[in-house]
């Protein structure tokens, strides 16, 4: 892979102005951006000690369950429909307990709905319909950083990236690539990880995990 210079992308761009199919490079076909996953901890917490709870509740129906068996069992019928109401608590209990690990499993990989991503200083907004484990932010590759406003729910936070902006030329194809400075990240997450595939952390290539 061959890198061209942050100093040299004025010139580079001239050339592709004046580049032809004869000259064998194809024009600038890729934007830099970065993968973003979101991560909702106060959530899962909430949802743990949920589950927990009707685990204790559905025990203690259980042990009920039980005593109003045996009781039907030694002849006592008085017993039957208490037994069949405890029965249909509990296993109204079960169903309530799969859907929120079914929640759990979803906050665990972090598949939730970003209502809306702004750029700082302009008007464009990327707006999701459907919830996603991942998001696509693209990055400004006028500046050395980009800044984000992630709308969701009530809570708005902000993330700004910043990274040497270069040109590749790699096979006769030009791209813009973008190497993240992931030491001086700045964000309102309570923590952010950034996962990379290449010792140069190319931002197309890398996953940023928030949490909050």
Same mark, same amino acid.
């Given at each position: 892979m061959?890198?061209?210079p942050t100093f040299l992308?004025f010139?580079?761009t001239?050339?592709?102005c ?5 000259d064998?490079l194809?024009?600038l076909?890729?934007e830099?951006f970065?993968?973003a ?6 959530s899962?917490?909430k949802v ?15 042990d009920?369950?039980t ?5 039907? @069992?030694?002849g006592?019928e008085?017993y /039957?429909? &208490?037994?069949?109401? =405890?029965?249909?608590?509990?296993? %109204? ?5 799969t859907e ?5 499993t979803?906050?665990?990989n972090g598949?939730l709905?970003i209502r809306q991503?702004?750029g ?8 999701f319909?459907?919830s996603?484990?991942?998001?696509r932010?693209?990055l ?10 992630i709308q969701?729910?009530?809570r708005?936070?902000t993330l700004?990236?910043?990274y @040497? ?5 790699? /096979?006769? &194809?030009i791209?813009? =690539?973008?190497?993240l400075?992931? %030491?001086n990240?700045?964000?309102?997450y ?11 952390c190319?931002?197309n290539g ?7």
């Amino acid at each position: 892979m061959t890198r061209i210079p942050t100093f040299l992308i004025f010139c580079t761009t001239l050339l592709l102005c004046y580049c032809t199919e004869d000259d064998g490079l194809s024009p600038l076909n890729d934007e830099a951006f970065v993968n973003a996953r979101f991560f909702n901890m106060d959530s899962l917490v909430k949802v743990n000690q949920g589950i927990a709870e009707l685990d204790s509740v559905i025990l203690l129906y259980n042990d009920s369950i039980t005593v109003a068996r045996d009781s039907v @069992e030694n002849g006592n019928e008085d017993y /039957e429909p &208490v037994l069949a109401d =405890l029965r249909a608590t509990r296993d %109204q209990l079960r169903v309530n307990k799969t859907e929120f690990e079914g929640v759990r499993t979803q906050l665990q990989n972090g598949v939730l709905k970003i209502r809306q991503i702004t750029g700082l200083d302009t008007e464009k907004s990327l707006v999701f319909g459907d919830s996603t484990n991942r998001y696509r932010l693209p990055l400004n590759a006028s500046q050395n950083f980009s800044t984000f406003f992630i709308q969701k729910e009530e809570r708005t936070d902000t993330l700004t990236l910043f990274y @040497e902006m270069e040109f590749d030329i790699n /096979e006769r &194809v030009i791209r813009r =690539l973008a190497f993240l400075d992931i %030491q001086n990240f700045q964000h309102t997450y309570d923590s952010i990880i950034t996962s990379c595939i290449d010792p140069e952390c190319i931002s197309n290539g890398a996953t940023i995990r928030l949490y909050y």
